[in-house]
T-cell receptor, first 113, second 113 residues
């Protein structure tokens, strides 16, 4: 099925560890983004990309890196995990026009201990 | 980031009742979107609004883009148990990057059979 695929679905990290959250879409969407969801705070934009080779920061980028080497993939890297990064992470994509909503992945639940 | 205030935070209603929720922004948006999130899943688009004053329906759901462009409303008629979930408003403003969405804090809906 076409859509946005996120892996892993669950992850537990120790403080200071690094890891990469994977996101792939097969809809040839130019725009991809990462959000984190915390209780009572809705979804907040971490980083986004308007096409291969182009990335930019969102509302809460500190502690995260992204790259976009292909149209399909948009990985999110945690450089040195902190308990404050415990959250549910969602990847989303969009065709790039202003008239369509986003397609979201099913999320990665990350716990940093 | 943009401030989106969504109310109410939670609702407990009897099956068959109608539901209303709203979202207000501190700034003007060009697009308003309403999403629903089921447990363990990413948000799914319900309705998209593109013009001030626009009223759009999707089955039992009706949403409106406020005239001031700073608010939006979602109504659900004759609620059923599968309406349970978290409903998010989201707005997009050309001033902050045409494809970046800002989300409300969500309304958690519980439907009592």
């Amino acid at each position: 099925n076409a859509g946005v695929t996120q892996t892993p679905k669950f992850q537990v990290l120790k403080t200071g560890q690094s890891m990469t959250l994977q996101c792939a879409q097969d809809m040839n969407h130019e725009y991809m983004s990462w959000y984190r969801q915390d209780p009572g705070m809705g979804l907040r934009l971490i980083h986004y990309s308007v096409g291969a080779g182009i990335t930019d920061q969102g509302e809460v980028p500190n502690g995260y890196n992204v790259s976009r080497s292909t149209t399909e993939d948009f990985p999110l890297r945690l450089l040195s995990a902190a308990p404050s990064q415990t959250s549910v992470y969602f990847c989303a994509s969009n065709s790039g026009t202003a008239t369509y909503g986003y397609t979201f992945g099913s999320g990665t639940r990350l716990t940093v201990v | 980031g943009q401030q989106l205030n969504q109310s109410p935070q939670s609702m407990f209603i009897q099956e068959g009742e109608d539901v209303s929720m709203n979202c207000t922004s501190s700034s003007i948006f060009n697009t308003w979107l309403w999403y629903k999130q089921d447990p363990g899943e990413g948000p799914v688009l319900l309705i998209a609004l593109y013009k001030a004053g626009e009223l759009t329906s999707n089955g039992r759901l009706t949403a409106q883009f406020g005239i001031t462009r700073k608010d939006s409303f979602l109504n659900i008629s004759a609620s059923i148990p599968s309406d349970v979930g978290i409903y998010f408003c989201a707005g997009r403003s050309y001033q902050t990057g045409a494809n970046n969405l800002f989300f409300g804090t969500g309304t958690r809906l519980t439907v009592i059979p």
